[in-house]
């Protein structure tokens, strides 16, 4: 079980939370204009490292803001 | 004549000869014609096809653990073929149809029991979902067939049909040709059979890079030292990313922990698999008397083989929704493996972007079932260097063509 630290609540239990993946992944900004390779790009591969993972969290039970933190992925440690 | 008293057995302390070991544990060769990253059921499966079927034995696994020390065996075992599309058909029904059989080719004891899967519906719309994949499996060959909730206690009496319950079981999908296996006996059933083959499983020998020149692999640069090999076949599970970053190869795959747990060994009591995506659990019972229960992944990326307790805690509710009579049962374990999941919930078997490197990942949740089905095809497909016909729709290509095999369906999280 994580506490995770939400900018506004502070640190909350993980089961407050919703995962939202990779931070920093931003829409396309002329999608037409994308090859076929890049719109699967975007779509469907995310990076998945073992170790610091900066990544999106909702704290959807709670505040339900959007934000972002580096966590590591193999001690759940919050980096940052 | 009995010896001095100091080395004398205790009273009672006669133990059996250690029994043989069933693989040698050799030191690496400076090369092989395939090396093999990952000593899993589909690694071990993988070099005793490459051995059997196609005749190639200069082939080491490499485990950077111990053999099935990954999610091997510390999967559920549920082994079914029923899954909605013809693709998934295709390689899982293959896979299912070597189990029938497979204690008898691999001569060592697997435990296989086609005690048949129940596949619970809960509202209209499973329902209808399951009636349709009852008649995609039927068109498909696969056995199938739908139950009412009164034919659902039939098969498993203890599974609670009373309408009175927040999601009332509707009737259910029935596998009876579905079971389960003892996940380490057929690994090392596997292993001893490869290993009697002339394959070489190296263990303690992690896969820390892949050496590569002009666009192809040339061996692997593992903690004892670089490797040679002709052709590499990853087969590394959760750490299939990890290993592929270092060529420089980006995988559509999200590592998560799924977590599993069994109870004290109990009477018979549960004769069947029974798994229920909506209220989200599957449980069986093992031959010794455990009963074993999964439910879906930790939705973070994970690599740590812990989850979080609140996910035992759901699975375990919606246990005793579904069986009443298990209110009084303990839990005795708990453990984590790291699956490997893709955005279909179907696997990548084939090609990669690099030559003389083959790609067999992103089995995610359900991948137990398909080990003697993803050996065969996989080993073909290093030995020929194209898939077999059964794992060319799991190509990486589909993510840029679109051709997805969803099983999100039949899948769900609980494989
Ligand atoms: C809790 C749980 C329940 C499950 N239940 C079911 C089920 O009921 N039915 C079903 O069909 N499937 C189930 N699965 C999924 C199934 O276990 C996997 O899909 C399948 O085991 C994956 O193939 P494998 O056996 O080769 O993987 P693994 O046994 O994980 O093998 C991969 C191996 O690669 C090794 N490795 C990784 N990196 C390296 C490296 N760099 N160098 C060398 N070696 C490396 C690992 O140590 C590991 O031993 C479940 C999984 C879990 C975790
Ligand atoms: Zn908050």
Not at chain 2, 380 to 388: L, Y
Request: aromatic share 8%; net charge negative.
């Amino acid at each position: 079980m994580m506490l995770i630290p939400c900018p506004w609540c502070g640190p909350r239990d993980e089961s407050e939370f919703h995962y939202g993946g990779q931070a920093g992944v931003a829409y396309p900004a002329d999608p037409a204009a994308l090859s076929d390779e890049e719109w699967a790009k975007y779509l469907f591969f995310r990076d998945n490292p073992k170790g610091p993972f900066r990544e999106r969290w909702s704290h959807s039970a709670g505040c339900r803001r959007w934000f972002s933190l580096v966590r590591d992925t193999v001690t759940n440690e919050v980096l940052s | 004549m009995a010896g001095p008293v100091g080395t004398r057995p205790a009273p009672g302390g006669d133990l059996p000869e250690h029994p043989d070991r069933l693989w040698r544990n050799p030191e690496p060769k400076a090369s092989y014609d395939v090396i093999v990253v990952g000593g899993g059921g589909h690694g071990l499966a993988t070099a005793y096809y490459l051995a059997k079927n196609h005749g190639i034995t200069n082939v080491a696994v490499l485990e950077r653990g111990w053999l099935a020390g990954g999610n091997m065996a510390r999967n559920t075992t549920i082994i079914r073929s029923n899954y909605l599309w013809d693709e998934s058909a295709g390689i899982y029904e293959h896979s299912l149809k070597l189990w029938e059989s497979l204690e008898q080719e691999l001569d060592y004891p697997i435990l296989f029991s086609q005690r048949g899967v129940l596949n619970l519906a809960h509202s209209l719309q499973d329902v209808r979902d399951s009636v349709r994949r009852v008649h995609a499996n039927r068109l498909n060959g696969v056995d199938a067939e739908w139950l009412t909730p009164a034919q659902v206690r039939e098969v498993c009496p203890i599974v609670n049909i009373s309408p009175d319950v927040r999601y009332p079981v509707h009737g259910a999908t029935y596998q009876p040709r579905a079971g389960i296996a003892k996940h380490d006996y057929v690994a090392w059933g596997y292993a001893r059979a490869a290993d009697a083959l002339g394959v070489d499983l190296i263990q303690h020998c992690e896969v820390q890079g892949l050496q590569i020149s002009n666009g192809r692999v040339t061996g692997v640069h593992t903690d004892l030292g670089t490797i040679g090999a002709g052709k590499v076949a990853l087969s590394a599970a959760g750490h299939t990313s990890v290993v592929a970053a270092g060529a420089g190869i980006d995988l559509p795959l999200q590592s998560h922990p799924l977590q599993a747990l069994v109870s004290e060994l109990l009477e018979p009591v549960h004769p069947t698999v029974v798994m229920s995506n909506a209220v989200h659990v599957y449980v069986s019972q093992a031959h010794k008397g455990e009963l074993v229960m999964g439910a879906g992944i930790d939705t973070w990326n994970g690599y740590g083989q812990r989850g979080a307790f609140h996910i035992i805690e759901r699975q375990m509710s919606a246990a005793l929704e579904l069986f009443p009579v298990f209110a009084r049962a303990h839990v005795l374990r708990t453990w984590g493996g790291i699956v490997d999941v893709t955005p279909d919930a179907s696997p990548i078997v084939g090609l990669a972007p690099v030559e003389n490197l083959y790609l067999n990942c992103g089995w995610g949740t359900g991948g137990f079932k398909a080990t003697p089905g993803v050996g065969w095809c996989y080993a073909h497909t290093v030995a020929h260097g194209e898939p077999h016909p059964l794992n060319a729709p799991f190509s990486l290509e589909r993510f840029v063509t679109g051709a997805l095999v969803d099983e999100h369906g039949a899948a769900a999280v609980a494989h």
